[in-house]
């Protein structure tokens, strides 16, 4: 503690931390208010005296921790008051120690499993002296052209909302001031993931109904969860960029939602204001983020160049600048950076330890999704292979496994899958190994031919192919989402051979896999699964764990189809099997007046190649007995529900049990099917479980026409089955009396 610090540490209840950010606060000059509120980049020579003069709140992308510990002694001991750096990296899916990427995470469908990841990652990432992730990112997204996808939790505001906030209590932690906990962001807010074409910084137009009913509502879920700051997205939304949004910032997050930590803009998004076309210069920028409520700027410099001026000419308020300061500094409080602004690296856990490993590995085995498995090819079994051929530009390379946001993550410590492959079948089986393909893109087939050997020479073929990690991310979107480069050709050459073929994809999006599906056996999709991609994927692929991911986004047959997702509105003509027609099929000669004239594409149907919610296992589920404590409920009640669930299959294996519901008639229109409720169950061959689910009345509500939060009286249907195409079926009212 420094002899400035304003009130001791004693106090640490909330209102201690706000107390002494007050009293804090009434000692600090303007220039250090407003350095408060900036946040820098590390690595400028200039940095250190910044820090000393108090311009600097906070430090992104420091991540060497003599270096940091240096600049929070300049913080604590050369500043005037004393007051300690908040250190941000992005630690997004882990820090050393790399889990899946956040969709492959999703994937899980398991908020415990998740939340031990968030967890790892802030421990590693606290012993290099980093406070503060920008993550979670619970942005929906329906469009997997859409780079950031990777980095998203998928398609629907309720599996998103849950695991948002299992993320943010794994890196929160229940008290920030614990050792090891870092205070976590909930980014981007709001509608970053409806960019137009799926291209990143694009245009975002979200009506405003659902933009509640949707997109914000993973948002309160990080907020219900007790998440520190939130970020401002760069983009557009129905016209006013988000970091200049009032209704964002001040209707939505301050006023209706009481939330009193701090908002943080995006990368240079309160300049950038002004190129959007919002702004006509830095200033009115500043003033702008300013009077909506962004309380720290990251990169650019338009606070601390114009916050100045705009007080003294009388534009903004002192008041609105000491609010945001606040914001700050109680965070700072609560992370106990006063009293503790240094780390000591040797009084945490080894970073990629074998713990973090199994972590690790674990949630990558999660997260893998069996998307087809025909003939029981999977798994491969050590007693009946004699040789194996593994082919693919993906299956040998420790950093492609890794996938986007690996800013501290290292390939050395990557296990990758043909090194895991070796290491399960020991001298069993005898694997032969070509790459074909330098990377997911090359077009050369140079090394086709040594595959095609190896395939024949074989008795299976296991093919890592899918997409390398620079094909997903920020500002890496696709119009196309197939397989890249020369992949379907190598797969169709593989295949020419006749051998049975496991297709493993490694990628950061859904891929149309329609082209390649049909010419292989089995598909394991297991998103980019980071550091220990190889041992969780061989032992899937071996059968030692049955696949138990399921899907978080709906996989589209063709990119002509995006959006595609799962809870979409019935229409009023809506398609079914019988009431539409195949482009193959119009006959060439008739004049036919109807082709089914429901919502369909005559090339693609309606429906996904796989659905959200699907995954197969190497065991089978069989859901019956649904019950419902009444099949009439009143308003404010609870609906309790349960199902019986057994393993029919030979293996134990987990399954995800969902359930849905429609609500069949609303003052807007509702979705066909709605996800309510999840759990995870792991069940021996021959068990079964009841499982069961409580619905409130309150978690029926939507917002109306006129944005009121309400649940109406009326009729539901709800399923429960292990996708969103379940079958177990069964209705109920909610009525205002019994
Ligand atoms: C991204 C943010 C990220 C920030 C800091 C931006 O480009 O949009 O999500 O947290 O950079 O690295």
Same mark, same amino acid.
């Given at each position: ?164 906030? +299992?993320? @943010? &209590?794994? #890196?929160? !932690?229940?008290?920030? %001031?614990?050792? /090891?906990?870092? *205070?976590?962001?909930?980014?981007? $807010? ?34 219900? +969860?007790? @998440? &520190?700051? #939130?970020? !401002?997205?760069?983009? %557009?939304?129905? /016209?006013?960029? *988000?970091?200049?949004?009032?209704? $964002? ?41 300013? !009077?909506?409520?962004? %309380? ?10 114009? $916050? ?431």
């Amino acid at each position: 503690m420094t002899p400035q610090s304003p009130l001791t540490p004693t106090i640490s209840d909330a209102k201690g931390h706000e107390l002494r950010a007050q009293a804090l606060l009434s000692k600090m000059t303007l220039e250090e208010k407003i350095g408060q509120m900036s946040q820098v980049t590390g690595g400028s020579w200039h940095l250190p005296q910044d820090i000393q003069e108090g311009k600097v709140g906070s430090v992104i992308n420091e991540v060497n921790v003599e270096t940091v510990n240096e600049l929070q002694r300049v913080a604590m001991e050369e500043s005037r008051l004393g007051i300690p750096l908040l250190i941000g990296r992005d630690v997004i899916h882990g820090f050393k120690t790399i889990f899946p990427i956040p969709l492959g995470q999703a994937a899980s469908w398991n908020p415990e499993r998740i939340k031990e990841g968030a967890k790892i990652a802030a421990v590693e990432a606290a012993s290099a002296g980093v406070n503060w992730t920008f993550a979670p990112m619970i942005d929906i997204t329906r469009d997997p052209r859409w780079g950031r996808i990777a980095e998203s939790l998928g398609e629907d505001p309720y599996l998103c909302g849950e695991l948002g906030a +299992a993320m @943010v &209590a794994g #890196f929160q !932690s229940d008290d920030l %001031d614990n050792k /090891g906990s870092i *205070a976590a962001c909930a980014k981007h $807010l709001a509608g970053y993931g409806a960019v137009e074409s799926g291209m990143d910084y694009n245009t975002v137009n979200i009506p405003e109904n659902e933009l509640r009913n949707v997109y914000l509502r993973p948002f309160k879920k990080a907020l219900d +969860a007790g @998440v &520190a700051t #939130f970020m !401002s997205s760069f983009s %557009d939304l129905n /016209g006013v960029p *988000a970091s200049g949004n009032e209704f $964002l910032m001040k209707q939505v997050l301050r006023k209706e939602w009481d939330f009193k930590g701090f908002v943080v803009s995006d990368w240079e998004s309160i300049k950038e204001l002004s190129v959007h076309g919002y702004t006509a210069n830095d200033k009115e920028s500043a003033l702008c983020a300013l !009077s909506v409520g962004i %309380d720290m700027e990251m990169a650019s410099t338009t606070y601390a160049d114009h $916050l100045a001026t705009l007080l003294e000419e009388n534009k903004i308020k002192l008041h609105e600048v000491d609010t945001m300061v606040l914001n700050v500094l109680t965070l700072k409080f609560k992370l106990g950076l006063f009293e503790n602004p240094y780390t000591n690296p040797n009084e945490f856990p080894e970073l990629v330890n074998e713990k973090h490993l199994q972590a690790a590995k674990l949630s990558a085995q999660e997260g893998c999704v069996l998307l087809k498995n025909d003939h029981q090819t999977l798994p491969l079994s050590k007693q009946t292979l004699n040789s194996l051929a593994v082919i693919g530009p993906l299956a040998d390379d420790g950093y492609e496994q890794m996938g986007t946001w690996v800013f501290d993550g290292e390939s050395r410590h990557s296990h990758t899958c043909l090194q895991a492959l070796h290491d399960h079948v020991g001298d069993e089986v005898d694997i032969r190994f070509v790459r074909a393909m330098e990377t997911s893109r090359s077009k050369s087939q140079h090394e086709f031919e040594q595959a095609v050997e190896i395939a024949q020479q074989s008795d299976a073929v296991v093919m890592f192919v899918g997409e390398e990690s620079i094909l997903s991310g920020e500002a890496h979107c696709r119009a196309e989402i197939n397989l890249p480069g020369n992949q379907a050709e190598l797969i169709e050459a593989i295949a020419a051979t006749g051998k049975p073929i496991v297709l493993v994809v490694l990628a950061g999006r859904p891929l149309t896999l329609a082209p390649v599906i049909d010419k292989v056996d089995a598909v394991l999709y297991a998103w980019h699964p980071g550091t220990m991609a190889g041992p969780a994927i061989a032992e899937l692929l071996f059968g030692l764990v049955s696949p138990s991911g399921k899907l978080p986004v709906s996989f589209p047959r063709a990119v002509g189809q995006i959006p595609i997702y799962y809870s979409k509105k019935n229409t009023g003509r809506p398609p079914s099997w019988d009431n539409i027609t195949h482009i193959d099929d119009i006959d060439g000669a008739a004049v036919q007046t109807s082709l089914g004239m429901s919502s369909f594409h005559l090339d693609a149907g309606f429906t996904p190649l796989f659905p959200f919610g699907f995954g197969l296992s190497y065991s089978q589920f069989e859901y019956s007995d649904i019950a419902l404590s009444s099949n009439r409920i009143v308003l404010g009640d609870t609906l309790n529900i349960t199902a019986q669930l057994r393993n029919t299959g030979a293996v134990e294996a987990q399954e995800v049990v969902q359930l849905y519901i429609r609500d069949l008639v609303g003052n807007v229109t509702r979705p066909i099917k709605e996800l309510k409720g999840f759990e995870k169950i792991r069940l021996k061959p021959g068990e079964s479980q009841t499982v069961s689910f409580s619905l409130h009345t309150d978690d029926l509500a939507f917002y109306n026409q006129k944005m009121q939060l309400v649940t109406e009286l009326g009729d539901f249907h709800l399923w429960i089955g292990g996708s969103s195409e379940a079958e177990l079926f069964t209705e109920f009212e909610i009525v205002e009396t019994l």
